[in-house]
């Protein structure tokens, strides 16, 4: 089975940064697409970034110019460094990695992790 597991979140002060990873384990032949999406509490779930096999990535505005994600393809690994920390961005992240292909499989799935609490105070 494919695991997802984010790193450890934290405390951070407003102004600071924070640096996720999340790499996925398994039997994986490819992954397409990567990303980390936050649920703060009472909100729905939404997307932080996300970055395809080639690299091209996307952002939620709300994000851009602060945050960058990158991903290691030879370590199935996606980051995501958080830089100008804000207290709205305070929120549970999780990792997805889409259409993802395991060996003897002839079709991909979506995966999540269990997700990781960042906390944006003073």
């Known amino acids: 089975q494919v695991q997802l597991v984010e790193s450890e979140g934290g405390l951070v002060q407003p102004g600071g940064s924070l640096r996720l990873s999340c790499p996925a384990s398994?039997?994986?032949?490819?992954?397409?697409?990567m990303g980390w999406y936050r649920q703060a509490p009472g909100k729905q779930r939404e997307l932080v970034a996300s970055?395809?096999?080639?690299?091209?990535?996307n952002y939620a505005d709300s994000v851009k110019g602060r945050f960058t994600i990158s991903r290691d393809n030879a370590k199935n690994t996606v980051y995501l460094q958080m830089n100008s920390l804000k207290p709205e961005d305070t929120a549970v992240y999780y990792c997805k990695a889409f259409r993802v292909v395991v060996a003897g499989q002839g079709y991909g799935m979506n995966y999540w992790g269990k997700g990781t609490l960042v906390t944006v105070s003073s």
């Open positions: 970055i395809t096999s080639g690299g091209s990535t």
């Open positions: 398994g039997s994986i032949y490819s992954i397409d697409a």
